[in-house]
Every structure is written in C-alpha cells, then in structure tokens.
C-alpha cells in the first residue's frame, strides 16, 4: 500500500522595506523537507511542486519579487541508486531557447506548474531538480523568469555523497541571469567552499547570489549559517539560500549580506521584514562565455548515513582556566597567538578550548578531500570531552576581549573566513585585518564588544590541494587529481540498461513470483500425478 510522509514547512519570507523602486526588492527563501512516496517519483514531484506553487502564491501577496527553493525540494535526499534514478529526471530545455514550458506541449508537467505559476504570479522562481540529459544525470538549478521562461540552468559540479548517481557537467560554467532587480549568479550545495564558479561571476561584478542546498551541519565549523555569513561578508555579496529541512542537520538559511544576517529569519512560520539592496545588473553574455577551470575536486564515496557531524580532525587544544589567558602554537608554518578576557566564573558544565590545527578538511567525512584547512579559534566544549565541540546552547560566560592572530605562508588558492558563532545563531561582531610581510601573511581577528553565548570565535582558512597530498602550508601549487572513472558514470554512458532497469525495478520481486510461481506448481502437480499413476499400478498387479 502507498504511503508518504509529511514532512514539516518552513516558510522564510524576508520582505525587503521598499524604500524605492530602484534600491531594493523583496525576496523570499523556503526551507522544506520534501514530502516523498517510496517508489513513485512522480506523485512525489506532483505533491512538491503542488506546495511550490502554493509558496509561490504566498509570497506574491507579499510583493515578492523572487523565490528560491531548495536542492531537491522536488525529489527529497531518498534518491535511489543510478540505475533507477532515470524515473526521478526531468528533460530541461536549453535556456537559449528562451522556453515557456507553461505553454509548450511535450513538456515535463512540473516544469509546466512552476512556469505557469511563476507567469502567473510575476516573479523569479529558482528551483533544483535531477535533470535529464541524453545518457546523463545531473543535479541542476533552474531559473523562470517572472513571464515563466526558463532563463538560467546551472548543473552541479563538486558533489558530496552524490558520486554513483550525478553526472558531473564536463565544464564548470560561471552562470548567472539578469532580473529588473540585478544580476544574480547561480550557486548550488558545496560551491561555496571552493574558488569556482564565484571567483569568475564576483569579478564580472555580480554581487547577488541565488544559492539552493542540501547542507549538512558540521560542528564546530561548518555550519551552514557560518559558512553562509562569513563567506557572503568575505565575498561582500548577498546570498539567498534555500536550504533542505529535514532536521536541525541541514539548517539555517535565509539572505546573507555583507552587512549581516537576521536570525529572527531561520524561527518556523515567520515573516521578516529586512531590505534586500539591488546590487546592479551585467552582461550576460560576457559572463556566459566564462568557463572556469576548478581547483579542487569532488574526490568523494557514497555515504547514504547524512547526520549532524563533527569534524574528523585532532586538535591542538589548550583549555582556558583563567579569566585573562594567553596561548601560542605553531606547527607546520602555521602560527596562532591568542589573547582572551573573560568571566569563566560563570560557567556550568561547559568549557573553552584554544583550539589549533592545520591539516586536510574531512568535512563531511569522506576519505578523500579536496581542500585542507588551518584554524585559530576558541571553542566552547563540554566540560570533559572533545568529542562535541561546538554544540549551541546557552552560557553566561562574558568574553570581554579576544584577539587572535595567525601566520601563514600564504597560496594562491585559498580562502580565509571569519567564523563566529553565538547561541541562537546570531553572529559576533568582530573585525579582521591582514598585512603581508616577507611572505607572510598575518590575519588579526578582534573581538568588537562584550559577547555572551560564544560558540565558536576564530580564523578558518581553507586551501585546494589533490586528493593523495598532505597539507604543506609552503606549497603554491597544489593538483587536482581526476575522479576514480571506475566508480564514475561520468562519461554519460547508457543509463539503465533493460535487463538491470528490470532487476532494479520495484515490481521486480512480484514479476519473478508471478513467472516462478505457476512453472513450480506445474512441476508440482506432474510430479504428483507421475507418482499416482505408478502406485495404481502397482495395486492393480
């Protein structure tokens, strides 16, 4: 029997103060967990779209002007293996065609809803979606214009937990789409950990980012509210993410400015109001014709087990006992100083670590990665153990003053963040300045004022490096090393075959009984008649 299961909304509806026509606009982001049928991929796209539809209405009476969902807010994770995933997929067609799905026949019944919504309600839709592609499959953002036309798609590039399925796109292309309102670059699940395609689009001068992901929560450092905030406030750029809800694993989402974050916005069923700035249109064109060459790859093995997770790594830590402490580490061309201010009178059961590494980044826990990362930070922990670090919850310890540096050889491919992080996910004020030296690089993190709920403070720095190197912290050229072909179906070779697309069929089983079932019981009842008859005639003699 057919079942599903509700999966709970979450409705961020960040409603920007017109202050006119020309400097900002109203956005809105929807966090979900998908609704999902086992085995029945298109009643699961029906009902997601349905809500989609329905979101899009909501928040056109708001005046919305754009709505983003999330990755697979169309599918949800439970996504099957590679040889059934085809049911799952839905044909796009090319942008450059300037398509109206709403009224073209032949089209996708999904893509249809959403482009007749979006036409009918005026605004800019981004949604994800597996996407169909002769014998490819890719991950793939879609944007529809508020006439309904299919104006951007973007295909997913580095993929974590998603290597057996999702093809991978031959060319990592800088996407982006025009609005009245700006332009905005396309991003999706990972890329904001590495240099491409963002790199290309900030230096075409966009500085507005559409950003639906799937985002599992790392603790201490990888957040998707830290890496959201401190990457937008690096790049200074705006975000709108739209993260997949299935649990406190996935969350926060909301818009990201430069200027900061409201995190009011991530609270169940809530309208925020907060101003959305235009941040100007570009070519294109010009960006369009961008290719990048990625650094960094999606060196990764399947791993279906998504949960909260703690980052695989071994500290140098250095617990804080006294109200005014100093600490220093330095190791592999890597040095963090610290100097800290604070109440520690006031703690319960927690402590506060100085917390130092430097090493490869097992962020999500797979065996191989393509970046490394250093860290000076201070960290709260529990009160015996550095198993969960990281954890948001309350403290009355009042820091009063932080200062961290770090020194650093610096290469050409990184990327340094400010990472902070307060109970209720608020942001701690902090500033940063750099100065290079003979070569060196020194980062200088100062806390702003007094901070209360301190989670996480520090200097996150990560650098691209293949998949079988160390961290060398003095190596400027770090490779990239191709994916395992073997377990990659990435040269698009056919999807399913007809004998496996019947073996990984979910009537498969009642097949097999239906055609075994009778040539058994026809054995059956010829052997026994075969015996009958010998023993009537041996009666008979």
Known sequence: MMEFLIRPLLLILLIAQMQSAQDSYKAATFEYEPEYIPDDPLETMRLNAKEFEKQIEIVSKEYAKIIVFPELGLTSIHLPNRSALSNWSIEVPDPEKNSLPCNESGIHEVLHKISCAAERRKLYVVINLVEKKDNCLYSSNVVFSSEGRIVARYRKYYRYNEFGEFNRPKE???????????????????????EEPARTLIEKNVRQFVYPLAWVTVLPFSTSYQMQLTWSKTKDVTVISAPYYPGREYVVGGIFMSAGYDPKAARLNSAIVDIVPRKG????????????????????????????????????????????????????????????????????????QFFAYTGKDDVLGEKCSSFATSVCAIVRCGSNSLDKCGLVGTSRVTFSSIKIKTTYNQTKHELVFQNTLQHGYYEIPSTMNSTNSTGKMIQTMVLSSEAQGLVVFGIVRKFFLGCTEKSNDTADNYVTLPANTNDNPDNCSPLVPDLERDLTSPIYPYIILCTIFPVVLFALVYVAIKYRRQILSRITD
């Open 172 to 194: 990592l292309n800088a996407t982006a789409f025009s609005t009245p309102f700006g332009t905005f670059g396309v991003l999706i699940g990972a890329d904001i950990l590495y």
């Open 281 to 352: 249109r570009v070519s294109i064109d010009e960006i369009s014709q961008s290719v990048t060459e990625p650094i960094g790859n999606d060196c990764v093995v399947r791993n279906k087990d998504i949960k909260l997770k703690y980052a695989n790594i071994t500290p140098f830590t250095n617990k804080i006992d006294n109200d005014t402490s100093q600490w220093t580490w330095e190791a592999d061309g890597i040095k963090c100083e610290f100097e800290v201010t604070a109440n520690l009178s006031a703690r319960k059961t927690e402590s506060f």
